[in-house]
């Protein structure tokens, strides 16, 4: 950030006063500017014993597989975001059942919200960002060609707890590997 949205002058990264952060403060009129992490909202369809994935048509991770899910929009729920971005993605229409899973990634500033949710019918297909949409049981799904470790987390989850026919919450922080 160079600009202050408040009055266009310029800011610097600075702890204000009763602060314990570095936050870009304006110079001209002190404004603080807080950045804060972004929510990824999104579901994890499910039809009987198998999960909608959509193939990503966009980076990061284009031609991985990976569930509906977004940027949660100003002015929006967590629920009413992951049914927007399934709708977007996949033209699938669900019904929310519970928040699934919450993985926070401290080290890219995002917090990925998951709610288990049935699929209302099975007249799904590609959204814009989406190459292909496909209903997959657990033997079937592309493992290997799964977008982020977020998603592959939330799909073990589900079929683990599917198995024992119990669905917690599930609640972990995603460390990238070392290089």
Known sequence: MNYCSQCGGEVALSIPEGDNRPRFVCNHCGAIHYTNPRI?????????????????????????????????????????????????????????????????LPHISQVYMFYKARLLNLDFYPGEESLETQLFSFSDIPWD???????????????????????????????????
């Open 40 to 104: 990824i909202a999104g579901c994890l369809p499910f039809y009987q014993d198998q999960v909608l994935l959509c193939r990503r048509a966009i980076e990061p991770r284009y031609g991985k597989w990976t569930l509906p899910a977004g940027f949660l929009e100003n002015g929006e729920s967590v629920a009413d975001g992951a049914r927007r971005e399934t709708l977007e993605e996949a033209n699938a229409t669900v019904e929310l059942e519970s928040l699934y899973t919450v993985f926070s």
């Open 145 to 179: 060609e799964l977008s982020f470790e977020a998603i592959k987390q939330t799909l073990t989850h589900y079929f683990e707890d599917r198995s024992l026919g119990d669905f917690p919450t599930h609640d972990a922080v995603i460390i990238p590997p070392a290089r």
